[in-house]
């Protein structure tokens, strides 16, 4: 069952961190081709936005939400969803930017 209340139980907590890791994945992952910001994290409803940009000047925004269901975090956006079990690490949480991106026309 999804908790949407005290979704993560602070600002600083491992899923918290699991979500802020997000942008140090997407430039794993492309290197100097493009940058991924996070926007509007509010962990206590579990909505924050994901803003990619390229070298050449594409850009792209994802709005996404994460709910947590026991240990693991259930991302959602373009009405697909991954989980992800901890410890989290950007290798992990990199199906979520291809959810992110799967609509966007962007590399990932």
Do not use: W
Request: hydrophobic letters at 45%; proline letters at 6%.
């Amino acid at each position: 069952m999804f908790l949407l209340g005290k979704l993560f139980g602070g600002r600083d907590s491992a899923k918290v961190s699991a979500i802020k890791m997000l942008p140090a994945a997407y430039a794993e992952m492309i290197g100097e081709a493009g940058h991924c910001r996070l926007k509007r994290l509010r962990p206590e409803i579990g909505v924050f936005e994901l803003h990619f940009s390229t070298a050449n000047g594409e850009k792209h925004a994802c709005q996404m939400t994460a709910c947590i269901t026991g240990v693991d975090i259930v991302f959602a956006a373009n009405n697909r969803s991954v989980l992800v079990s901890p410890p989290f690490s950007p290798a992990k949480v990199r199906p979520v930017l291809d959810i992110a991106l799967a609509d966007s026309g962007l590399p990932c």
